[in-house]
């Protein structure tokens, strides 16, 4: 049973570049959301996509950009990367928004570093 | 939105010594999981525990939802059990988990 799935593990951004982020869901789950941890801090909550669209949001600015596929894939898109943007960014899989009993399970992660 | 406190922040003990973490959150929730998270930055789920009381090994959870509380209790520590574990609430089981800052633990052989 094949867990979350993200790519590229590392990557290192100039500031000003854009740079894509992609998460494949555990198998059976259809809702991808994705969370930014910045160092020494909680993950905070970034966006939520279910039947290939935005479903919800936390406080995050239009960069922020995100995109999931027919096979419940996502990509993370970041425009005009800023030297903040630097952080472990989480993707997490669950069955749909509300559902009973929805636990989530999360990647391994993409480290982004801006420079 | 929901606030999530976790204590200790910072907790060093000796292998072998008990624990208890704690986590308060300021609402009613619908989800409530523990994580741990390993030094590769990987977050492994503990429990899905929005009320009641679980037990996995050396691991047990415990929440009150009605004083909107929940513990974890690590016993026979292991220096593997080393890392940062973190609270996360949802209030509607939407899956927009607020996390606490999470609490740093140090097991010493």
């Known amino acids: 049973d094949a867990g979350v799935t993200q790519s590229p593990t590392h990557l290192i951004k100039t500031r000003g570049q854009q740079v894509t982020l992609r998460c494949s869901p555990k198998?059976?789950?259809?809702?991808v959301s994705w969370y930014q941890q910045a160092l020494g801090q909680g993950p905070q909550f970034i966006f939520q996509y279910y039947e290939e669209e935005e479903r919800q949001r936390g406080n995050f600015p239009d960069r922020f950009s995100g995109h999931q596929f027919p096979n419940y894939s996502s990509e993370l898109n970041v425009n005009a990367l800023w030297l903040g943007d630097s952080a472990l960014y989480l993707c997490?899989?669950?069955?749909?928004?509300?559902?009973?009993?929805?636990?989530?399970?999360f990647g391994e992660g993409s480290w982004l570093t801006v420079v | 939105g929901i606030q999530v406190e976790q204590s200790p922040p910072d907790l060093i003990l000796q292998e072998g010594a008990n624990s208890t973490l704690r986590c308060n959150f300021s609402?009613?929730?619908?989800?409530l999981q523990w994580f741990h998270q390993n030094p590769w930055g990987q977050l492994i789920n503990l429990f899905y525990?929005?009320?009641g009381t679980k037990q996995n090994g050396r691991l047990s959870a415990t929440t009150v939802a009605t004083e909107r509380y929940s513990l974890l209790y690590i016993s026979s520590s292991q220096t593997t059990d080393s890392g940062v574990y973190f609270c996360a609430v949802d209030k509607y089981n939407n899956n927009d988990m607020r996390f606490g800052a999470g609490t740093r633990l140090t097991v010493k052989p």
């Open positions: 525990i929005p009320s």
């Open positions: 198998s059976g789950h259809d809702t």
């Open positions: 609402d009613s929730v619908n989800n």
């Open positions: 997490a899989s669950s069955l749909r928004p509300g559902e009973a009993g929805n636990t989530i399970y």
